[in-house]
């Protein structure tokens, strides 16, 4: 016997055969304005406490903090916040330099964003007088010894040519930027209290909240990564929030529309508060028939909820959003996501109640204008009208299985995992074998939910189907260096497949639904489909 690693044996790499990973179904991301915290950045939080300490915590301008609170509350497990300000400003901190002063400002805004600055020369040469050392903490209040967070910038100089200018190196500071011009000299050293060698320079109470927020805060910039474009620079999410912009100001049709076309793009559903004026399900019912909002993409809950103001001291009414996505989370726990998530499951915890009730009748009502109702607890106890719960694409035009919020639900989560967990093949040599290995990959996967019953049908044929060979990958498609993938699979009727088309390119990777007719998925017929419906329709380019 040969023992691995002895002297002139070389063995063959071991190759793992790539997987697809069920994603995450319940991540909820919520963009709107905040105590405190990093503009623009998506930031993950598993807890309200993590919340309470990057962002603040409640406070009573920001139905965003109100909403996340009821979400983990609720049963959420996972949030990505993103903070948008309206002219808010950064504090500055003033440091004595010579006869000059050497100015630093906040890189986060706000009257809450607590700044020290200390100055020192430990290790710096006595005759070097150009060189010194800065120290950054941003602590819990102004006079706290709390410490949040600390930056340290050793051997900085003023002079621009040096290497390490202080105006360089602050770039990448969390904390701080230098604010021009710099003065002619180092900044003195900080001294304490009575002359001690530790002392710090306070941040200015010039730090600013800034306004409500509007629309076009929250839309932001596609270019700049900003508003809800931020959300680019943070992993995949499921649900996304947008509490209103004040507690007397709603979402405007502008956000909505812009939100839910990222939500289409992202494979994530939009929850949607309803606007306060529907103080009834007749005035919800009235207001749908002239809301111009609609989209498969975006889900919406009435009524707004009731809860007790702990800053305030007395009942207020809050947006749904953030409890409806822990009451989701929550589901997602207890039931496969393929199954309906009834509307009587959908209770509010203790504490919490509907603004207004809804009587069975109009819960049925609601739900043909896709409008979704919330019950109490002791209503899910006493039984009542069960409603499979609807997307805002019901009541219009449309795929139907695409009104279905479970039915979306499971579309969005298909595609995310297939298109994320076939990747690989844009490390493989563009051809039939790497078809083949992607196709049996997406095909195991496909088989396995149909066996644990996510889709519905008799046979495979009837429940799913896997094409990626020369039908989808033509010679131009190969030219280009793409790899397209086609797949489908039934969720209401045995044939009727909700199908999708992945495109993996050097450049980006991307799935996108497509209609395929159910004789398609034969070779006799496919060639003519994928021809005519399919790949002619859409540039991948």
């Given at each position: ?7 002139g044996?070389?063995?063959a ?10 994603l995450?179904?319940a991540?909820t ?12 950045r998506?930031v993950?939080?598993g807890s ?6 990057v ?7 920001s ?10 509350d ?5 949030a990505?916040?993103v ?11 003033t ?5 000059g ?11 809450r ?7 020192d020369y430990d ?5 070097d007088?150009d060189r010194?050392?800065?120290?950054v ?7 706290s ?14 002079d ?9 190196l ?20 900080s001294?304490?209290?009575?002359g ?8 200015n ?5 800034g306004?409500?927020?509007?629309d076009?805060d929250i ?5 700049a ?29 502008s ?5 839910a076309r ?8 939009m929850i ?10 007749r ?8 809301w111009?909002f609609?989209?498969d993409?975006?889900v919406m ?8 103001d702990?800053?305030?001291g007395?009942l ?15 589901a997602?726990?207890v ?6 998530v009834?509307t009587?499951?959908?209770t509010?915890r ?10 069975d ?10 409008i ?6 002791r ?6 009208v ?9 009541g ?15 579309g ?7 298109e994320?967990?076939t990747?690989?093949?844009l490390?493989?040599q ?7 290995r992607a196709r049996?990959?997406?095909?195991t ?16 044929g ?5 094409i990626?060979?020369?039908?989808v990958?033509?010679?131009?498609t190969?030219a ?5 993938l086609l797949?489908?699979?039934?969720t209401?009727r045995?044939?009727e497949?909700d199908?999708w088309?992945?495109?993996h390119?050097?450049a980006a990777?991307?799935?996108r639904p497509?209609t395929?007719n ?16 399919i790949?002619?329709?859409?540039d991948y380019?």
């Amino acid at each position: 016997m040969v023992e691995r690693g002895a002297p002139g044996l070389e063995l063959a790499p071991t190759r793992t055969e790539p997987i697809i990973a069920r994603l995450p179904s319940a991540v909820t991301a919520f963009v709107g304005r905040t105590l405190k915290g990093p503009v623009h950045r998506p930031v993950t939080v598993g807890s309200f406490g993590e919340f309470q300490q990057v962002f603040g915590g409640l406070w009573q301008p920001s139905p965003l903090s109100y909403a996340v609170e009821q979400f983990f509350d609720h049963g959420g497990g996972r949030a990505i916040i993103v903070r948008v300000a309206n002219g808010a400003r950064a504090p500055t901190i003033t440091l004595p330099a010579g006869s000059g002063t050497l100015r630093l400002a906040g890189v986060n805004p706000g009257s809450r964003e607590y700044l020290r600055a200390s100055v020192d020369y430990d290790g710096i040469p006595e005759g070097d007088t150009d060189r010194f050392n800065l120290v950054v903490h941003r602590v819990r209040s102004a006079a706290s010894e709390l410490i949040e967070d600390q930056e340290i910038f050793r051997r900085a100089s003023l002079d621009p040519d040096c290497g390490r200018c202080l105006a360089d190196l602050l770039l990448r500071s969390h904390l701080v930027r230098a604010v021009e011009p710099l003065p002619a000299q180092r900044p003195d050293r900080s001294a304490g209290p009575g002359g001690s060698a530790i002392g710090y320079a306070l941040s200015n109470a010039d730090g600013d909240d800034g306004g409500p927020l509007t629309d076009y805060d929250i839309i932001g910039s596609a270019a700049a990564a900003t508003g809800l474009f931020a959300l680019s620079a943070a992993d995949a999410f499921n649900f996304l929030c947008i509490p209103p912009l004040s507690r007397e100001q709603d979402v405007g049709l502008s956000a909505l529309l812009v939100a839910a076309r990222y939500c289409r793009e992202r494979h994530a559903m939009m929850i949607v508060d309803p606007p306060a004026s529907w103080t009834s399900a007749r005035a919800a019912l009235d207001g749908m028939r002239t809301w111009p909002f609609r989209s498969d993409n975006a889900v919406m809950y009435y009524p707004r909820v009731q809860a007790l103001d702990r800053l305030r001291g007395r009942l207020e009414t809050f947006a749904s959003c953030g409890a409806v996505a822990g009451l989701l989370a929550r589901a997602d726990d207890v039931h496969p996501l393929w199954s309906a998530v009834e509307t009587v499951e959908m209770t509010l915890r203790p504490g919490l109640q509907p603004a207004v009730p809804v009587c069975d009748a109009d819960r049925l009502r609601l739900a043909q204008a896709g409008i979704n109702a919330l019950s109490l607890p002791r209503a899910a106890a006493q039984g009542g009208v069960r409603v499979d719960a609807r997307t805002l694409a019901a009541g219009g035009s449309g795929f139907p299985d695409w009104k279905y919020l479970s039915a979306r639900r499971l579309g969005l989560w298909v595609a995310a995992s297939v298109e994320r967990g076939t990747r690989w093949v844009l490390l493989e040599q563009n051809g039939p074998p790497a078809w083949a290995r992607a196709r049996a990959l997406v095909d195991t996967f496909l088989e396995v939910l149909a066996e644990q019953g996510a889709f519905v049908g008799a046979g495979a044929g009837d429940r799913y189907f896997v094409i990626c060979d020369e039908r989808v990958n033509r010679p131009d498609t190969v030219a280009d260096g793409r790899v397209n993938l086609l797949f489908g699979f039934a969720t209401s009727r045995p044939g009727e497949f909700d199908a999708w088309l992945v495109t993996h390119h050097p450049a980006a990777s991307r799935v996108r639904p497509v209609t395929v007719n159910r004789a398609a998925t034969s070779r006799q017929r496919v060639e003519w489909e994928i021809e005519t419906t399919i790949l002619k329709k859409m540039d991948y380019r």
